[in-house]
């Protein structure tokens, strides 16, 4: 239900600018870690753990932190997590060991997934299912993918031109600027009373983070590992004995009626594959383009244009799209411009050229980026109740963080499984084709899903 007393440009503007905070900075990262291990002179092993440190602490609280919001209130929990969220990038940018800097990246992960589902809920709060929602979410959603490639052009920039520890004082001005904006002008939502799901709040975070843990470990050890196995199996363990005690519990903190809508069940699935699919793309778009064409990351970084424009621009056109076609052809529609730029980077070689092999498939991959969040958001939050907003936020974020971090490490197992030899460039560009081949699976199924799951509950066009 809309709180009218609340102005909704206001809740819009603080929900999109903190989203897109949040985004931003998991990309930025990923061009700044170069320069954090040099100027901390830490090893490939350890420094891995400043991003994933980060990853299992944002996927293993997501789904605790989205019900305490329908518990306490949006409004309390989204300034917890930008309070969380700031102070710990200020420690981080100030951190001059790598234990300062690890603990400051887990509470940092901590805060973003307190903040990322109460934005999304806070959305629902707002703004009426139909048109007004769907152009909220749409904006929602092209603040993700825009934010995911815009990352890497400022954070080559400004690792490349002026220090790694930028990208991280920037976001307390900005964190500081929300948490002031959100007191003035949000207004606390209803709470739910009631018990709180303790045993589903332990099961859910120990399950998600130990499932998290698996898939960052098999990149690292491999699938065949026994520590990623072992972690894996307790994981799936501990989620059906979560699945278990929330089919029964009164006031769960997942309630499995969230997975009984088709429409979406297949945005959640359809989302999964395509974040794998396209936190792969840029991981290993960065390695062609430093290891193969010899960028710099300031270089990198503006090589990215290529998608970030069109992705913005593609975000424009959602809401027509939308109205023109209906959700479920927009995202069929998206999904194959992004199949077929990643089909073009199957082709590259050592002897290809930035402008031919990769920026021209960015473009193809840029607009279905920027068009496709948007439609499988809204069908990700379709037919939701106000008591079941926080929760079902939580899943989207779910299947936003699990997609791209299982598709990642599957896409690396791919790599490393393509070749055995070691600084060969040619057989380094055979494995990026199979990387690539592998995403490009990920979105077909994607599409298959979306164009079967969605084909006999059709979305409303808004």
């Known amino acids: 239900m809309q709180n009218t007393s ?24 990923i061009t700044a870690l170069p ?22 602490c944002f996927g293993g609280f997501l789904l605790l932190s989205a019900r305490v919001g329908d518990l306490l209130g949006r409004k309390k929990t989204l300034m917890t997590g930008l309070a969380l969220f700031t102070l710990a990038s200020l420690s981080i940018a100030f951190s001059t060991d790598y234990l300062t800097l690890v603990v400051a990246r887990a509470l940092q992960g901590i805060g973003a997934a307190i903040l990322a589902p109460s934005t999304l809920a806070l959305l629902t709060q707002h703004f009426p299912q139909g048109p007004e929602r769907n152009k909220a979410l749409s904006l929602y959603a092209a603040a993700a993918g825009i934010g995911s490639s815009l990352g890497l052009v400022i954070g080559g920039i400004l690792t490349g031109w002026l220090d790694w520890r930028i990208g991280f004082f920037i976001n307390v001005p900005v964190g500081i600027a929300l948490f002031v904006a959100s007191m003035r002008w949000l207004q606390e939502t209803p709470v739910i009373s009631g018990k709180f ?20 470990e098999s990149s690292v050890l491999g699938w065949g590992a026994i520590l990623p196995q072992v972690s894996f199996l307790s994981a799936v363990v501990l989620l059906v004995l979560f699945v278990r005690h929330e089919r029964f519990y009164h006031q769960p903190i997942m309630p499995l009626r969230l997975f009984s809508h088709k429409i979406r069940v ?12 396209m936190v792969g793309f840029f991981f290993f778009s960065t390695q062609f383009l430093q290891r193969v064409i010899g960028f710099t990351p300031a270089q990198t970084g503006m090589a990215f244009l290529p998608v970030t424009i069109p992705t913005f621009l593609a975000s424009l056109l959602v809401p027509y799209l939308n109205r023109k076609f209906g959700m479920q052809k927009s995202i069929v529609l998206a999904l194959s411009f992004s199949i077929a730029g990643m089909l073009c980077l199957t082709q590259l070689s050592a002897q290809s050229h930035y402008w031919s092999g990769v920026a021209l498939p960015m473009i193809l991959i840029g607009i279905g980026n920027g068009t496709v969040l948007g439609p499988l958001t809204v069908a990700g939050m379709t037919d939701i109740t106000a008591e079941d907003s926080g929760a079902a936020s939580g899943v989207v974020n779910v299947a936003h963080q699990l997609g791209g971090s299982l598709g990642l490490s599957i896409l690396i197992a791919l790599f490393s499984a393509s070749s055995e030899q070691v600084n060969n460039q040619r057989v380094l560009v055979q494995q990026l084709d199979t990387a690539f081949a592998g995403a490009s699976v990920f979105l077909i199924a994607a599409l298959l899903i979306a164009a079967s799951f969605l084909r006999k509950e059709p979305l409303a066009k808004s």
């Open 6 to 29: 609340v102005n909704p440009r206001h809740v819009l503007a603080i929900v999109l600018v903190s989203y897109l905070m949040i985004v931003l900075d998991i990309s930025i990262v």
């Open 35 to 56: 320069d954090i291990q040099q100027s901390m002179q830490l090893s490939a092993a350890t420094l891995s753990w400043v991003q994933n440190i980060y990853t299992l």
């Open 197 to 216: 799901d303790v045993q589903g709040a332990l099961l859910s975070t120990a399950g998600m983070s130990t499932l998290v843990f698996s898939v960052i």
């Open 266 to 277: 297949g945005a959640y699935l359809s989302r999964m594959l395509f974040l794998g699919a």
